[in-house]
């Protein structure tokens, strides 16, 4: 193969490598990136949801306490029950763990007897203030807390599988980036090998021929130098030679022509003076 062939299968062989890896690395990346994005978006919106009912809870318990004392049921506020329930059915079905799931429905079995308490504030609104307060603080406050307690360890649920989320993205970018640190290190070793291969077999037999041609020019020696192979260098260190050994044989003609001139001026001389 020629020179030129040679270094371009070897350049074009580290392309090649580099234009993989970099490939594999972008798909693995944009992959790892989609799938975790999806489920930090879903942990995030699952949070908000239980945020925004737990509100809800909020709103409605404090409503009922303001009215505590009163006497007229028309002064109870509305829930949208069933939306409560239709939310956290949703937020169920979004979750990614049983854990998480274990504790929504938690979450809706204590919401369940939270709503069955309140539905008694019908009936002892009526009654004094004494017989409100210590419903509301005895009966009521309880399922409220332990209502409260479910969603609070259900928002640490989801926030564990969003920082689990947010650790698997971590190890899968590294993971997508491990094929172009290979193909770094590979494109640098090929390189490093190339320019071995360059320093050996046209560095050298240059540095070789351009000696040989010094101890020519300078002391007359003969070019010997000799290699093998079938490319550029080997033609052009054969042509050299060829060129250097007819310019010996022409400086030995010239050098008897100057020689046979000599003497014939010399029995030119001899043969005037007779």
Same mark, same amino acid.
């Given at each position: 193969?020629?020179?030129?062939?040679?270094?371009?299968?070897?350049?074009?062989?580290?392309?090649?490598?580099?234009?993989?890896?970099?490939?594999?690395?972008?798909?693995?990346?944009?992959?790892?990136?989609?799938?975790?994005?999806?489920?930090?978006?879903?942990?995030?919106?699952?949070?908000?949801?239980?945020?925004?009912?737990?509100?809800?809870?909020?709103?409605?318990?404090?409503?009922?306490?303001?009215?505590?004392?009163?006497?007229?049921?028309?002064?109870?506020?509305?829930?949208?029950?069933?939306?409560?329930?239709?939310?956290?059915?949703?937020?169920?079905?979004?979750?990614?763990?049983?854990?998480?799931?274990?504790?929504?429905?938690?979450?809706?079995?204590?919401?369940?007897?939270?709503?069955?308490?309140?539905?008694?504030?019908?009936?002892?609104?009526?009654?004094?203030?004494?017989?409100?307060?210590?419903?509301?603080?005895?009966?009521?406050?309880?399922?409220?807390?332990?209502?409260?307690?479910?969603?609070?360890?259900?928002?640490?649920?989801?926030?564990?599988?969003?920082?689990?989320?947010?650790?698997?993205?971590?190890?899968?970018?590294?993971?997508?980036?491990?094929?172009?640190?290979?193909?770094?290190?590979? /494109?640098? @070793?090929?390189? *490093?090998?190339?320019?071995?291969?360059? %320093?050996?077999?046209? $560095?050298?037999? =240059?540095?070789?021929?351009?000696?040989?041609?010094?101890?020519?020019?300078?002391?007359?020696?003969?070019?010997?130098?000799?290699?093998?192979?079938?490319?550029?260098?080997?033609?052009?260190? /054969?042509? @050299?030679?060829? *060129?250097?050994?007819?310019?010996?044989? %022409?400086?030995?003609? $010239?050098?008897? =022509?100057?020689?046979?001139?000599?003497?014939?001026?010399?029995?030119?001389?001899?043969?005037?003076?007779?």
């Amino acid at each position: 193969m020629s020179m030129s062939v040679k270094l371009t299968l070897s350049l074009g062989a580290i392309a090649v490598i580099l234009l993989l890896s970099s490939i594999i690395s972008i798909l693995e990346y944009r992959r790892m990136s989609d799938y975790v994005s999806n489920l930090i978006a879903t942990n995030i919106n699952c949070v908000n949801i239980a945020q925004k009912l737990s509100n809800e809870c909020d709103r409605y318990n404090l409503q009922l306490l303001t009215i505590v004392g009163e006497t007229d049921p028309n002064l109870i506020p509305k829930i949208d029950a069933n939306a409560f329930v239709t939310e956290y059915e949703s937020l169920k079905h979004t979750l990614d763990s049983s854990e998480a799931a274990a504790m929504a429905d938690s979450v809706l079995y204590s919401y369940s007897a939270y709503m069955l308490t309140s539905f008694e504030f019908e009936k002892v609104i009526v009654n004094d203030f004494i017989d409100n307060r210590d419903w509301y603080f005895k009966r009521l406050q309880p399922k409220y807390q332990r209502l409260k307690s479910d969603i609070e360890k259900l928002n640490e649920v989801i926030y564990l599988q969003l920082k689990d989320n947010s650790e698997t993205f971590q190890d899968g970018f590294y993971r997508s980036i491990i094929p172009g640190v290979v193909s770094v290190g590979a /494109g640098l @070793l090929l390189v *490093i090998l190339l320019l071995i291969f360059i %320093l050996i077999y046209y $560095v050298r037999p =240059l540095n070789r021929m351009l000696s040989g041609l010094d101890d020519y020019l300078r002391s007359g020696r003969s070019y010997s130098y000799e290699f093998d192979g079938d490319d550029e260098f080997v033609k052009l260190n /054969g042509s @050299l030679k060829d *060129i250097v050994d007819e310019n010996i044989e %022409l400086k030995k003609r $010239v050098g008897r =022509l100057r020689e046979e001139r000599e003497r014939l001026i010399e029995t030119s001389a001899a043969a005037r003076e007779l």
